[in-house]
């Protein structure tokens, strides 16, 4: 085929043009490429005053944000919760043998938000920009104002030099149940289809979350064996050379109530857990278990070390790195942490964390206020364990905190107990476990489910 000289002179000319447009567009793509996106902003209303953004929904967050609103009343707050239920932690473990029904332990958020006259923002928080007063989450970036922390904890594996595999594989088959919530349902199941064996419970050093818990689940967890007269025993690998709280009244319940089902173990160290042989090696011993729960060190949530704020205390890895009588982050006075993730030595608990959160609402309130700085005040700590469920029998504590100079650490002040568990049983302080944990979602909430 012939081509004439002007045919192919057309063709080069399109050609050119083609590839110039291709060029053009090229460039532009580069031009984009290049470009750094902007970040997206969250979508919600612009701030009607000083903005206040509390990470975590919390026992003690939700406090901060109830308790800002009515302190600070023109302060603009968002509560930032990456989950869109609340699972009560305090009483799961009486949910495990049907002693209240899930409808007890789970709220709403939305309902919180609406009584304490707030925004509920359901997003991860993903990154501070601590220059710019800037959080990142996963729906978008908050300014703030404030900054307050309130993420909890998260677990340490690496006390049993847990490699990927075991570490996840301990986290899916034999979780801790100390984070709400599918770690809760795991739990029931195990506890529900318990046919005999040892049910191995571990507990932590260090100042883990809710000293009583794991004690509490051993009682219980027998109590449930001996009433179904189920063949088990409950063992329990405790790191530490005592009880760590209420001593007596566990003890004595270990003792008189289930003398051939709890076999308790201190000053244990685990050095090997094999998960498919089902067998667990101490210093000393080699423990075959039918089932188990698996709880070890506990940490400042990860969102503190994401954020630049954490650092170890004397008792965890990466808790909130903060002054520990303002709450305020070391170099950051506008940014505050809350609840278990300080590092002080408080018991990790509810009742801790929620009067916490009143004290550090104080505190932002009376900046925004433009009052003078509160003097400092103790959380206090009220706690009710059952030892017992076939009846129901309690014991209890309350205490508060003081600073003590030479030790440079916080000590129990004015403390109250009665671990005597022996009272007409439950009628007793058993019992008094749903009225005190009533009060307080009705405090975060605004409703009384009951
Ligand atoms: C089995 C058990 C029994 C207990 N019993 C009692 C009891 O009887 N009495 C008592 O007082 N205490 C009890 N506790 C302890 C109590 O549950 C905790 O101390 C309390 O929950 C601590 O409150 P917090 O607000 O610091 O943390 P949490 O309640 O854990 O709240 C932290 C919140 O932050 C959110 N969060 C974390 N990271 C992010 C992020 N990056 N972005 C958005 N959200 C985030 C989490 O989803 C969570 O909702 C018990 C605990 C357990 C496990």
Not at 176 to 200: D, L, R, W, Y
Not at 403 to 419: G, H, L, Q
Request: aromatic fraction near 12%; charged fraction near 25%.
């Amino acid at each position: 085929m012939n081509i004439s000289r002007r045919a192919v002179l057309k063709l080069s000319s399109a050609l050119a043009g083609l590839l110039l447009t291709s060029q053009a567009v090229a460039s532009d793509e580069k031009k984009t490429v290049k470009k750094t996106p902007k970040k997206e902003e969250a979508f919600i209303p612009k701030a009607k005053g000083p903005r206040v953004v509390v990470v975590g929904g919390g026992w003690s967050g939700l406090s901060v944000a109830k308790n800002l609103k009515i302190f600070a009343p023109k302060a603009d707050i968002v509560l930032v919760e990456q989950k869109d239920i609340f699972f009560s932690c305090p009483v799961s473990n009486l949910w495990f043998v049907d002693k209240v029904d899930l409808d007890f332990l789970t709220h709403d958020f939305l309902q919180a938000a609406r009584y304490g006259n707030y925004l509920y923002f359901h997003a991860t928080a993903t990154g501070v920009d601590k220059k710019n007063n800037i959080l990142h989450t996963s729906r978008g970036d908050i300014g703030y104002d404030y900054l307050v922390l309130a993420p909890g904890i998260d677990y340490d594996y690496s006390c049993w030099n847990a490699d990927e595999v075991l570490e996840n594989r301990l986290r899916m088959e034999y979780p801790a149940g100390m984070k709400p919530s599918s770690e809760h349902i795991t739990i029931k199941n195990k506890v529900q289809n318990f046919k005999g064996g040892n049910f191995i419970i571990t507990v932590p050093s260090g100042n883990y979350r809710c000293l009583p818990a794991p004690y509490e689940r051993a009682c219980i967890i027998a109590d449930f064996i001996k009433e179904k007269k189920i063949k088990g025993k409950v063992i329990v690998l405790d790191e530490n050379n005592d009880i760590t709280i209420k001593p007596k009244g566990f003890h004595t319940a270990f003792k008189e109530l289930y003398k051939d089902i709890i076999v308790w173990e201190p000053s244990t160290q685990i050095e090997k857990i094999d998960l498919d042989k089902k067998v667990v090696t101490t210093e000393f011993e080699e423990y075959a278990f039918e089932d188990a729960i698996f709880y070890p060190h506990v940490r400042g949530a990860k969102i503190l070390e994401i954020a630049g704020v954490a650092k170890d205390s004397v008792f965890n890895k990466l808790e909130g790195d903060i002054n520990q009588f303002t709450y305020e982050v070391n170099g950051h006075p506008n940014i505050y942490i809350s609840g278990d993730a300080r590092p002080m030595g408080f018991s990790k608990s509810g009742n801790t964390s929620n009067t916490e959160g009143a004290i550090v609402a104080k505190r932002i309130a009376a900046k925004i206020n433009k009052e003078k700085d509160p003097e400092w005040d103790s959380p206090t700590t009220l706690c009710i364990s059952e030892v017992g469920v076939y009846p129901e029998r309690g014991i209890f504590i309350t205490t508060q905190y003081k600073y003590v100079k030479a030790e440079k650490t916080f000590d129990f002040d004015k403390v109250f107990s009665d671990e005597n568990w022996k009272g007409q049983p439950g009628l007793d302080k058993g019992e008094n476990v749903y009225g005190w944990a009533t009060s307080l979602y009705i405090d975060m909430f605004g409703i009384d489910k009951g």
